[in-house]
């Protein structure tokens, strides 16, 4: 079954950086967009960014020339490079399989269960 397991989070001061990593298994990583998710408190999940199989990226506005995200395919791996973190970052943030725009994204079974992100002096 698929597996995602984020790593990384934890509390930084504004301005600070984070590397969230995902490991993933039970499919061929290689064949699949991947996102990373993110959810605040009292609030719905965005997508933050995600990337196609030839390791193209897409970001939301709010994180454009802050954040990268980036595969290993090899490794099976994830990545989200976060700089410049602001308080409005403060969030859940999900490895997801699928892009933003599939049915995979909608299924549950394809998303992990979250690192923390909290961004505060």
């Known amino acids: 079954q698929v597996q995602l397991v984020e790593s990384g989070g934890g509390l930084v001061q504004p301005g600070g950086s984070l590397r969230l990593s995902c490991a993933a298994s039970g499919f061929t990583f290689s064949n699949y967009y991947m996102t990373w998710v993110r959810q605040a408190d009292a609030k719905g999940p965005e997508w933050v960014s995600y990337?196609?199989?030839?390791?193209?990226?897409a970001y939301v506005d709010s994180v454009k020339g802050r954040f990268s995200i980036s595969r290993d395919n090899a490794k099976k791996a994830l990545y989200l490079q976060m700089n410049s973190l602001r308080p409005e970052d403060t969030a859940r943030y999900f490895c997801?399989?699928?892009?933003?725009?599939?049915?995979?994204?909608?299924?549950?079974?394809?998303w992990g269960l979250g690192t923390q992100v909290t961004v505060s002096s």
């Open positions: 997801v399989r699928g892009s933003p725009f599939s049915t995979y994204y909608e299924d549950m079974t394809n």
């Open positions: 990337i196609n199989t030839d390791a193209n990226a």
